[in-house]
């Protein structure tokens, strides 16, 4: 779905309302839902999680800089060294807390066994001795749909695409209670938007078993 076809379709949701402005100021809503309620939020769907980022850090730099698209580490991934003279050329770093790690290591130089996160960095240890090249794969923003009705920025992002009924719900109640004053209309949204997260979630799990063989006893 269009990011101005989801607008017309909360406008319809908001009584048929015809106010043109009130077609920006929904947008505006969009770009502060998407950042903050959901990218924010501790539920990171599948469909936040990037294809595999490589990129090649710096000789006696242990600071390698976050994606910029970067919102949280995988939970079933890693930070790996891709070492193409190893037999298996995906090393995988091991994350720790980096006062313990510079005590550890101190000034030493080799080749990178752990990380730590701070700030917009990973902190590689040992600190590299040459340009080795890092692979992840990382919940990542979505595109933006930041701008005003009808613009170049009428696009389908995975939010639309994938949690309509969730991100329409959350959209539609902040219109309906704060810019409309409208406490009918903002518990209706309210209630698609639970039920939009439910599916997502239960879909997003759904994905996560299929296909899993669990002997007796697993969890």
Known sequence: MLRDAAVDIIMKRLGNNTDTSLR???????????????????????????????????????RLALPSDFLMEYEQGALYRYDTSADNPWVELVKDDIDRLRALYSETEDKPLYYALAGDYFLLKPTPDAVYTYKMRYYKTQTSLAGTYGDAANVENAWLKHASDWFIGEVGAIIASQYLQSEVLAQRFMEQAAKGKLRVRTQHYAREEANWTRAMGDD
């Open 24 to 62: 920006d100021d929904i947008i505006n809503e969009m770009a502060f839902v998407q950042e903050t309620i959901l990218e924010g939020g501790e539920f990171k769907p599948w469909f936040m999680l990037s294809e595999v980022s490589s990129v090649n850090g710096s000789a006696s730099e242990e």
